[in-house]
């Protein structure tokens, strides 16, 4: 586990890449970077879902769009629930008990 204390300096390491890159200063190590791969789907592609117009494009280096379709909103599984809870985060769609009496 690694705590990391962030400074209003360093937005950079807000996120994953970041810490990384920082790790890897550190431990003096190169860092592979990955880029995501998503699969595509045989279905309909983004660009038919939405349209996004860029202004500016010299102010926007790269712009990513994902359509997911099917997603059902149900309770969070217990598992999730544990694990959210476990890393300080509440879950949204808690399960609800209901009791019956006979």
Same mark, same amino acid.
């Given at each position: $586990? ?16 970041? !810490? ?18 998503? @699969? ?13 117009? !860029? ?12 359509? !997911?379709?099917? @997603? ?7 598992? $999730? ?7 300080? @985060? ?5 399960? @609800?008990?209901?009791?019956?009496? $006979?």
């Amino acid at each position: $586990m690694i705590d990391a204390e962030v400074t209003s300096n360093r937005p950079d390491c807000l996120g994953l890449l970041g !810490i990384a890159r920082e790790i890897g200063a550190i431990y003096k190590t190169s860092l592979k970077n990955v880029a995501p791969k998503p @699969v595509e789907s045989g279905a309909a592609k983004a660009s038919d879902a939405v349209s996004v117009k !860029i202004e500016a494009p010299e102010l926007c280096g790269r712009f990513t769009a994902r359509v !997911i379709r099917g @997603v059902k909103v149900a309770p969070s599984p217990v598992w $999730m629930r544990e694990r959210l809870e476990a890393a300080g @985060v509440a879950s949204i769609s808690k399960r @609800v008990w209901t009791f019956r009496t $006979m």
